[in-house]
């Protein structure tokens, strides 16, 4: 009796998982379809879900009117560069807050934190004025240089929570075996933490490659990356919408088949402790 | 060495400078059809300016419009021809921000743009951006809906003609709506309407000393008529329709009626998009008797801004993209029908123009029929139809649509409506420094 109703409600929460997954899925399915539909079928009401005349047109339109790969090149640049760089950066500070905290560790996570809390509009003009003295307007090294930074409080509260995790005592074993700093680093921290950096990593190419502030305000033609590459193809007078679905169905592919291939890393690294 | 290879050597030296010099213009465009259409196009004007490059950043209206504001407000030089409406003309040219267009070239001919257009990009007579295409609002209504119900649509009606016709066609039961208007909130938006209709009402935004008129009669007038109409004989959740919404509704046969902006004509009478393409009638906006139609004046144009160091070649391309030569290309590879509309005088006296395009005499009647610098029946210190040409306006203009749009959703009253618009308003301007 005991075992049957287990598996009823086991049944019952994989029903309402499936159900949930496919409402957060849906407006991507939604766009999806829409890209294959004509600009008449896109708008018709009531919708049709899947017997239309499926069409490539709007890709064919798409790939004539724009660069593609120009877009998805800056893209990968801009994420890639963003966040190695940023890595560079939050993996001593956040090494260094999780084994040597002082009183004010807290604080400086938290004030770290704080900066993620403006809009990001009103630091707008000032950014813009010191791109344009330094000539970092529509240049990639200046978008690297944008979202690794606004990206940084993440990175750092990130590794921070999993390196808090792995016991100080492995580390001083290791020091007590007579460990340099830098083997440490590299030999004992590193392995350990690799699950929690690898997640970190993940998250951070999927924030940088959406991030649509920044790389459409500080872009002109040169630097623009997929999102300037979708915002081409909306607008407020006339029908795009099958045409805006496919620019960005092509836009959110690749992060879309990065997520599914590290899917279980990602999971793992989100949900687990570095220890477990 | 030869002198044959010598010679090649110094042709192709000056065959890589040349490519070297060649200058790049970046220009900003907003995403239409017409726009999409000149980029297609550009080959004929790369093959005349071989030594001209052109690079292209296309962007959604709203995107465009905060993009090129910070970049010519900070002098960020990022482009070197940028596209802008009538809003912003006025405003950025009294900043010179803009640089005045004086070398069109001879055979440009400045004379034949639209007078009405003309007049809202120029300051003390001097052009300060060329208009690529331009519009105005008119009625676009369903022929046999109104055969149905035994109506016959005048060509200038008023606002109690199509409110009474609105009532006679609406069938809620088979989903058709006597009327479909903008409902969502925006300065461009529902404001664009409502100010252009409040016009016909005798309504305006400011006295001539800055005063906010939202606690006159004639705004409670026209806001009352609005939403009594739309609730009697609009389609459900109006209050977040823009015009795509209404293209859409409008198109798949669920509008007897629809106002906005004439360039729509061209996309209801297309029969690739459209269910009722062969059954679209035109009329002018609907006015009161006063004087004044509720139809308003826009149009995309090119503009150049002050810090460019390629002003000559810019001014080389706005000249070839807004000429008689260009719209003579369109026709010859598009037909006449998509040629862009709304600025030149000598396409609306065209024979072949006139054919192809049924909506041509309505579109050219309603552009001359608004007036920017005296938009509605009292005098105003300001100049534009639907708007206001003023720094603030954009802000000001999307708080008060706001208020309007809950209006028609029912969330508050018209009084209550017009009372927050009066207050939020007054307080902006008193900001603002308008108001003493």
Known sequence: ?276 | MTLKTMLLGAVAALAISGVANAETLTIATVNNGDMIRMQKLTDDFTAKNPDIKLEWVTLEENVLRQKVTTDIATKGGQYDIMTIGTYEVPIWAKQGWLLPLDNLGADYDVDDLLPAIRSGISMDGKLYAAPFYGESSMIMYRKDLFEKAGIKMPDAPTWDFVADAAKKITDKGNEVYGICLRGKAGWGENMAFLTATSNAFGARWFDEKWNPQFDQPEWKNTLDFYVKLMNEAGPPGASSNGFNENLALFQSGKCGMWIDATVAASFVTNPKESKVADKVGFALAPDTGLGKRGNWLWAWNLAIPAGTQKAEAAEKFVAWATSKAYTELVASKEGWANVPPGTRTSLYNNPEYQKAAPFAKMTIDSINAADPTKPTVKPVPYVGVQFVAIPEFQGIGTAVGQQFSAALAGQITVDQALQSAQQLTVREMTKAGYIK
């Open chain 1, 1 to 276: 009796m005991a075992r049957k109703v287990s598996t009823s409600r086991k049944l019952t929460f994989t029903a309402l998982a499936w159900i949930v997954a496919f409402l957060i899925f849906f407006p991507i399915l939604w766009t999806f379809l829409t890209s294959f539909k004509t600009e008449a079928e896109a708008v018709a009401s009531p919708p049709s879900f899947l017997f239309f005349d499926w069409t490539t047109e709007n890709y064919a339109e798409v790939q004539s009117r724009s660069d593609y790969f120009k877009h998805f090149f800056n893209s990968v640049v801009i994420s890639l560069g963003s966040t190695l760089i940023g890595l560079l950066i939050a993996i001593p500070a956040a090494w260094a807050m999780a084994f040597s905290p002082t009183k004010r560790t807290k604080d400086v996570l938290m004030w770290m934190l704080s900066t993620k809390m403006m809009p990001p509009v009103g630091a707008m003009i000032p950014i813009y004025l010191i791109f344009r003295d330094t000539g970092f307007l529509d240049t990639r090294t200046g978008l690297v240089v944008v979202l690794m930074l606004i990206n940084l409080p993440i990175i750092v509260w990130m590794l921070y929570t999993y390196f808090k995790e792995i016991p100080g005592e492995i580390l001083e074993a290791a020091r007590m075996d007579g460990a340099s700093l830098s083997q440490e680093l590299t030999q004992v921290l590193a392995p350990m933490a690799v699950p929690g950096i690898a997640s970190t990593v993940l998250l951070n190419i999927i924030l940088s490659w959406n991030e649509a502030f920044w790389t459409l305000n500080l872009t002109a033609s040169k630097a623009a990356p997929l999102t300037a590459f979708i915002a081409s193809y909306s607008s407020p007078e006339g029908l795009f919408y099958a045409k805006l679905s496919a620019a960005s169905t092509m836009a959110i592919a690749p992060v879309l088949i990065m997520g599914w291939f590290s899917q279980k890393q990602l999971v793992r690294g989100l949900t687990f402790g570095a220890v477990k």
